[in-house]
T-cell receptor, first 114, second 119 residues
């Protein structure tokens, strides 16, 4: 079974631009979560989607948004990029609801904002 | 609010030594899940283990073992006979059950422990 895939793997953007990151979960997995990893703040939860609905959201500004499609693929968008948005963005997929299922992470997208 | 503390920022050992990574957590919930993940230099988080709050049995998987103690809110991870390939950042994480949404997938991570195994 193929793992979680994220595209692109690396991205360089300029402050003020917007960016869209993509995540394809493991086949059969219906939940996708997004995390931001920075040296200063560590790993922080952004949001989670299940069956095309956002079920949970972390403490991030409205510039961070996401969506999930009917095939469970997910995208996250960051508008009006700031230097502090430079981070590794990790996507995780899981099979179902509840904590009974472990999250499997993709390789991440490394975003650099200049 | 939940919190995970990994007090050891960096640990360096020589190959074949045993090493224990500490994890202390805080939660008000009675039902929760604890995890360990490994992050090699490639960046991908690799799932190692999940425990629920009702199962305090220690677990062993090859050279890896985990010691869960609710009395001290700790979930420590031991690598026996460490190898160079074990070098990575290890994260402990906590997930609380959220009955209203049925979701328990928001992971709260510790700050990680960088383990370096020297040949």
């Amino acid at each position: 079974k193929a793992g979680v895939t994220q595209t692109p793997r690396y991205l360089i953007k300029t402050r003020g631009q917007q960016v869209t990151l993509s995540c394809s979960p493991i086949s059969g997995h219906r939940s996708v979560s997004w995390y931001q990893q920075t040296p200063g703040q560590g790993l922080q939860f952004l949001f989670e989607y299940f069956s095309e609905t956002q079920r949970n959201k972390g403490n991030f500004p409205g510039r961070f948004s996401g969506r999930q499609f009917s095939n469970s693929r997910s995208e996250m968008n960051v508008s009006t990029l700031e230097l502090g948005d430079s981070a590794l963005y990790l996507c995780a997929s899981t099979q179902g609801v509840g904590g009974l299922y472990e999250q499997y992470f993709g390789p991440g997208t490394r975003l650099t904002v200049t | 609010a939940q919190k995970v503390t990994q007090a050891q920022t960096e640990i360096s050992v020589v190959e074949k030594e045993d090493v224990t990574l500490d994890c202390v957590y805080e939660t008000r919930d009675t039902t929760y899940y604890l995890f360990w993940y490994k992050q090699p230099p490639s960046g991908e988080l690799v799932f190692l283990i999940r425990r629920n709050s009702f199962d305090e049995q220690n677990e062993i998987s090859g050279r890896y073992s985990w010691n869960f103690q609710k009395s001290t809110s700790s979930f420590n991870f031991t690598i026996t006979a460490s190898q160079v390939v074990d070098s990575a950042v290890y994260f402990c994480a906590l997930s609380e059950a959220q009955p209203s949404s049925g979701s328990a997938r928001q992971l709260t991570f510790g700050s990680g422990t960088q383990l370096t195994v020297l040949p």
